[in-house]
Nanobody, 115 residues
Framework: QLQLMESGGGLVQAGGSLRLSCASSGRINAITSMAWYRQTPGTQRELVAR???????NYADSVKGRFTISTNKARNAVYLQMNSVNPEDTGVYYCNAQTPYGPVWGQGTQVTVSS
C-alpha cells in the first residue's frame, strides 16, 4: 500500500519560512503526480501546489512566487518550501498523490503563522 507522511509543520512568524516534507512508502511507482493541499476553518481543501512526472509544476495564485514544490526521487519525498509566509497561510497542509487506484492522502500537518 502507498502511504504518505507529512512533517515540518509548526508555528512561524509572518515573513518567515517553513519547509514541509512528505515521505512516501509502499507502491511508489504507482504515483503519477504529487501535490500539497491546505484547509483552513470554514473553507474547502484547496490545491496549493502540484508537480507531475515531467517535473512541471503549478501553484495557487495566492502562493505563487512564495512557495516552491520539489521532489527528491531518491528519497521518495516531496517538499513544500514556504517563504514570506503570512497569517493567511495558516491551515492544515496535506500531501496528496495521484495513482491509477485513486488519490492517496497523508494525515496532514498544522502550519500556524503568527502576525
Amino acid at each position: 500500500q502507498l502511504q504518505l507522511m507529512e512533517s515540518g509543520g509548526g508555528l512561524v512568524q509572518a515573513g518567515g519560512s517553513l519547509r514541509l516534507s512528505c515521505a512516501s512508502s509502499g507502491r511508489i511507482n504507482a504515483i503519477t503526480s504529487m501535490a500539497w493541499y491546505r484547509q483552513t476553518p470554514g473553507t474547502q481543501r484547496e490545491l496549493v501546489a502540484r508537480i507531475i512526472a515531467s517535473g512541471n509544476t503549478n501553484y495557487a495564485d495566492s502562493v505563487k512566487g512564495r512557495f516552491t514544490i520539489s521532489t527528491n526521487k531518491a528519497r521518495n519525498a516531496v517538499y513544500l518550501q514556504m517563504n514570506s509566509v503570512n497569517p493567511e497561510d495558516t491551515g492544515v497542509y496535506y500531501c496528496n498523490a495521484q495513482t491509477p487506484y485513486g488519490p492517496v492522502w497523508g494525515q496532514g500537518t498544522q502550519v500556524t503563522v503568527s502576525s
